[in-house]
């Protein structure tokens, strides 16, 4: 299975679990928004009554003020939401069974040793050292425990080369290569 199987594999679990979270997250988003909205509107038919009574300078960029807060809360709530999304990711990865991380575990072991020859230590989750001490034959590969959700970061005897398979850089790529469209499902 090749690097970007394992990529797309994980993509395809990730977005699954995602949809999970974005359904029972979108109801909640569609209130947030709703609220946002309705307060936007409230203050943006207060601040045109305002202005239609009073044609002062001062009193106009307060208002206009006011509008780019209440435009800023709402892409706060947003952006809050979309971070939420992501946290429930990481969770639900960091659930996974024992045999589904000792499956992408192995996986992931076997990508890094191809790609780095001379493996000398593998990092995993604290949680993963005894199962991954189980996968890993040589007895001079060691294995450390390291803060990341899962996965495996493998480095080389040496220390000079370092392969991130760690579940961590995948929701960093996820984030990277998927927001946008997140966002648009969310909103």
């Known amino acids: 299975m090749g690097l970007q199987e394992v990529v797309h594999d994980i993509l395809e679990s990730a977005k699954s679990e995602s949809a999970a979270i974005l359904k029972a997250g979108n109801e909640k988003a569609k209130e947030i928004i709703k609220k946002a909205e309705a307060e936007v509107l409230i203050k943006r038919s207060s601040a045109e009554e305002d202005l239609a009574r009073v044609k002062d300078a001062d009193e106009r960029k307060e208002m206009a003020d006011a509008a780019l807060q209440s435009k800023k809360e709402l892409q ?31 996986i992931l072991l076997e990508k890094a040793m191809a790609e780095i020859p001379d493996v000398g ?17 040589s007895k001079s590969i060691s294995i450390r425990p390291e803060n990341i959700i899962g996965g495996i970061i493998a480095e080389s005897s040496d220390g000079k080369l370092r392969t991130d398979y760690s579940f961590d850089r995948f929701i960093e790529m996820i984030k990277e290569t998927r927001t946008k469209e997140l966002s648009n499902i969310l909103f």
């Open 76 to 106: 706060n709530v947003k952006k809050e939401l979309i971070e939420e999304a992501y946290s429930g990711l990481a969770e639900k990865i960091s659930e996974m069974s024992e045999k589904d991380r000792a499956n992408m575990l192995k």
């Open 121 to 137: 230590t593998i990092y995993v989750n604290k949680k993963d050292v005894k199962l991954a001490g189980t996968l890993v034959k």
